[in-house]
């Protein structure tokens, strides 16, 4: 029988990337919010490629790793869109005014 254990190398910063991502992207659809989800878009992808750059030296899973990167990238540019669009809208306000 092989008692082969695998590294949790990274994990730990993959939790919480995967965390800062998921309240990220529920803030970022909030529109006085926006730019909060924004920061912790960009925060959950520093965390996804610290924890994944770990997990890669490390031999350990880069699944977490890979899941809060993906996370956080739709985070940002679900931001930037909101971001862009509420400025669009403000911009035909004054206009019409």
Same mark, same amino acid.
């Given at each position: 029988?092989? *008692?082969?254990?695998? /590294?949790?190398? %990274?994990?730990?910063? &993959?939790?919480?990337?995967?965390? $800062?991502?998921?309240? /990220? =992207? !529920?803030? &970022?659809?909030?529109?006085?919010? *926006?730019?909060? %989800?924004?920061? @912790?878009?960009?925060?959950?992808? !520093?965390?996804? +490629? $610290?924890?994944? +750059?770990?997990?890669? *030296? %490390? *031999?350990?899973?880069? #699944?977490?790793?890979? =899941? +809060?990167?993906?996370? @956080? !990238?739709? #985070?940002? =540019? !679900? /931001? =930037?869109?909101?971001?862009? $669009? +509420? %400025? ?8 019409? /005014?």
């Amino acid at each position: 029988m092989d *008692n082969y254990q695998r /590294s949790q190398a %990274g994990q730990n910063i &993959s939790i919480a990337a995967l965390i $800062v991502g998921a309240l /990220s =992207i !529920i803030t &970022s659809f909030i529109p006085c919010f *926006n730019i909060f %989800g924004l920061l @912790g878009g960009i925060i959950a992808i !520093i965390l996804a +490629s $610290v924890g994944l +750059s770990q997990a890669k *030296n %490390g *031999n350990a899973p880069t #699944t977490l790793a890979m =899941i +809060s990167l993906f996370l @956080g !990238i739709v #985070t940002v =540019i !679900i /931001s =930037i869109a909101f971001l862009f $669009v +509420s %400025g669009l809208l403000m911009a035909m306000l004054v206009m019409w /005014s």
